[in-house]
C-alpha cells in the first residue's frame, strides 16, 4: 500500500482512470507517408513483399559452389555478373565463378560469395585466383542473405497504436505504402489566465509577469502531433473565462489552460467548468503539479494545468501528453516515459505523501559511472531548472529519503516528448 496523502490520487492511478474514462477518438485520416512522422498509425501495417526478395550478397565479390572449392587449384573462370537489379540468368557451371555486386542475386548454383578484396582477378576480370588459405577459411552460406530474412511477406511489420518514428514510416515506405491511416489531431484550444499577465512582445505593466506557460503548453501539444489554436490571455473573471470556455470547447476537442485551478479567491476555473460541464478529477498526489483538474464540457475535454511553469511542463509531460496520445489511439506502452535506474549524485530528504520530479542531469563520476545529479531548489516556480535540467529523478510516495549512491529512477527529457 503506497503511502499517499488523503484526497489525492497517484499519478499512475490518475492516468489509469483517464485512459479508462476519455475514449478514443474515432476519426482516422489517410495521410502520405511523409506527413506521417510523429503521427498515431491506427492500422495493422501487414508485409506485401519479403525483405529481401531473393537470396543475395552481402558483399562484392565472387559467387562459388561451395562443394567446388575444394577441387580448385588454378585459376577459376569468371561467366557472368550479377549486379543488383540485374541478375545472372542461368545456372552457376561447375567450377566456375559469377562476379557479383553487394544486394544482386545469387545464381542458381552458387551457395558462398568470397569477397573481391580476398582473390586476384586477371587485368579483363575473366578469371581469379584464390589462395588455398581463402579456400579454407570459406565457408557454406559466407556472405548470403536469405530472402525474407528481414521480413517474410505477411508479417505485421507495425502495429496499430504506434507513434511513428523515422524507421516506422521507412518500413511502410519499403512495403510499398504510399499513405497509412492514422489518427486524425487533436484540435485543442489553449490559453493562460491570470491578472498578472502580459504578452510576451507588449511592455510589463508594474507588477506583471509575462506569460511563458502558453510557449511551453503549445510546444508540447505540437510535439503530440495536436494542431493548436492559441486564445492568448484571459483575466481571473468568471464571466471571461465562463465565455471563453464555452466558446472553445463548441470547435475543439481539448481546451487547455495554464492557471486558476488552486484555491485562491482568483482560481476560477473549477468552478467555471464545474457550471459549464463536469469536472471529473482534480489534485493529484504529485509534485510539481498538484492542483490539475480535468472536465469535461460537452464532449470537449478540459485540462486545467496550474500556474507554476515547471508544474505545467512536469504535469503536462507525465500526465497531458500521455493522455492526449491515449485519446489519439496510441497503445499505453507508447505514451509511458522511459524510466532507468542510476545512482543518485545528491542528497534529499523530504515529506512523504506524493510522487516527485527534481530536475536532474546525468554526470559522469570520477569511476566514469554516470550518476544524476539534481538541481538545487525544488521550487515549482523556476523555470530556468527545467532549461538547465536533461531529465527528471522520481522520487515514488512513500520515499522520505535519498542518500549518494541509492539507485534513483531517471527520466530522460527527451525520451519524454
Ligand atoms: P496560479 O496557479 O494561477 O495561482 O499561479 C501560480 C503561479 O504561477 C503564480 O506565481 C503565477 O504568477 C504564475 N503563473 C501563472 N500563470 C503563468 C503564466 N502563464 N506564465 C508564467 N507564470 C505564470
Ligand atoms: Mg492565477
Known sequence: ?????????????????????VPVHRDVEDRFLTDCYGAVLRQDVTARVSVPSVDNSAMDGYALRFADLAAINGPVDVVGTSLAGHP????????????????????DGADCVIIQENVSANAAETCIEISSDVIARTV????????????????????????LRPQDVAIAAGQGYGSLKVSRPLRV???????ELAKPGDPLPPGGIYDSNRFAMIGMLRETGCV????????DDFDVLRNAL????????????SGGVSVGKADLLKPVVDQLGEITAWKLAIKPGKPLMRGKIGDCLVIGLPGNPVSVLVSGLLYVMPLLRHVMGADKSQTVPVRMPVRAGFEFSRGTGRREWLRARLIQNDDGEFEA??????SSGMLSSMVWAEGLVEIPEDCGKVSKGDVVLYLPLRGLQ
Open 228 to 235: 493548436v489554436t492559441d486564445l492568448g490571455l484571459l483575466a
Open 140 to 163: 557454406l552460406h559466407q556472405n548470403i542473405r536469405w530472402a525474407g530474412e528481414d521480413i517474410s511477406q505477411g508479417d505485421i511489420v507495425l502495429k496499430a497504436g504506434a507513434i
Open 246 to 257: 464555452q466558446d472553445a470547447a463548441n470547435s475543439h476537442d481539448v481546451v487547455m489552460t
Open 88 to 107: 545472372y540468368e542461368g545456372i552457376l557451371p561447375d567450377r566456375c565463378a559469377i562476379r557479383i555486386a553487394t544486394g544482386a542475386a545469387i545464381p
Open 1 to 21: 500500500m503506497q503511502n499517499t496523502k488523503p484526497g489525492l490520487t497517484l499519478l499512475s492511478e490518475a492516468l489509469d482512470i483517464a485512459f479508462s474514462e
Open 189 to 195: 484550444a489553449v490559453f493562460s489566465t491570470g491578472d
Open 373 to 378: 545529479e539534481a538541481f538545487a531548489s525544488t
